[in-house]
């Protein structure tokens, strides 16, 4: 079992910055790839960005390369993702989660992750 908590959403003008932080606890978390998702309303939920248990592969959504970082802390259990440049478009509920099966790098599909955060909301007003 893997309990997920993210942290850090909020409501930020165009052109801001918010910086998501997902604490995991659990499981050893070094041995685990990360991702984040996001949904927005009507929509479905999409990768935002993926990173390897030790870091050294990560992904970026097309929508987000150059402007979203994901990075992991393994002494901390936790992964973070700092979005900067916001856009309101980037509006959504974002969820952090664990793919504990796939020790090749980062999928992308969510159905990959077996575990999940219960999300926190990311506002960006025009």
């Known amino acids: 079992q893997v309990q997920l908590v993210e942290s850090g959403g909020g409501l930020v003008q165009t052109g801001g910055s918010l910086r998501l932080s997902c604490a995991a606890s659990?499981?050893?978390?070094?041995?685990?790839?990360m991702g984040w998702f996001r949904q927005a309303p009507g929509k479905e939920r999409e990768f935002v960005s993926g990173i390897s248990r030790g870091g050294g592969v990560i992904y970026y959504a097309d929508s987000v390369k150059g402007r979203f970082t994901i990075s992991r802390d393994n002494a901390k259990n936790t992964v973070y993702l700092q979005m900067n440049s916001l856009k309101p478009e980037d509006a959504a509920v974002y969820y952090c989660?664990?793919?504990?099966?796939?020790?090749?790098?980062?999928?992308?599909?969510?159905?990959?992750?077996?575990?999940w955060g219960q999300g926190t909301q990311v506002t960006v007003s025009s």
């Open positions: 989660a664990a793919d504990l099966n796939y020790s090749g790098g980062v999928r992308r599909q969510a159905a990959s992750y077996e575990y």
């Open positions: 659990g499981r050893t978390f070094s041995s685990y790839a």
